[in-house]
């Protein structure tokens, strides 16, 4: 079993950049497809991106595509999420995700499963 400790959050203005990491403990990281996800007032927990466990394939949601980097550092036991051109609806909490026996990355599109983190906030103002 793995935990996960969600870390860099903060305020920022629009078109700002954050760094989001993701630190899990156990031998047994590098085996974990991680995803991120992100959860705004009043709506459902989202996608946001998503990597395998070795790092070479990755997924994002279309509204981040382009602006959001998700990567992984085995040794570290660390998963970041690099977040560029930041938007005013970029605005929620996001969760690390840990999840094993994933074949394809498209599973981890649905928000539920796995193992979670306590969630770090991100808020964008204008």
């Known amino acids: 079993q793995v935990q996960l400790v969600e870390s860099g959050g903060g305020l920022v203005h629009t078109g700002g950049s954050l760094r989001l990491s993701c630190a899990a403990s156990g031998r047994t990281f590098s085996i974990y497809a991680m995803g991120w996800y992100r959860q705004a007032p009043g709506k459902e927990r989202e996608f946001v991106a998503a990597i395998t466990w070795s790092g070479d394939s990755t997924l994002y949601s279309d509204s981040v595509k382009g602006r959001f980097t998700i990567s992984r550092d085995n040794a570290k036991n660390t998963v970041y999420l690099q977040m560029d051109s930041l938007k005013l609806e970029d605005t929620a909490v996001y969760y690390c995700?840990?999840?094993?026996?994933?074949?394809?990355?498209?599973?981890?599109?649905?928000?539920?499963?796995?193992?979670w983190g306590q969630g770090t906030q991100v808020t964008v103002s204008a």
């Open positions: 995700n840990a999840r094993l026996g994933i074949t394809t990355l498209q599973t981890m599109v649905r928000a539920w499963g796995g193992t």
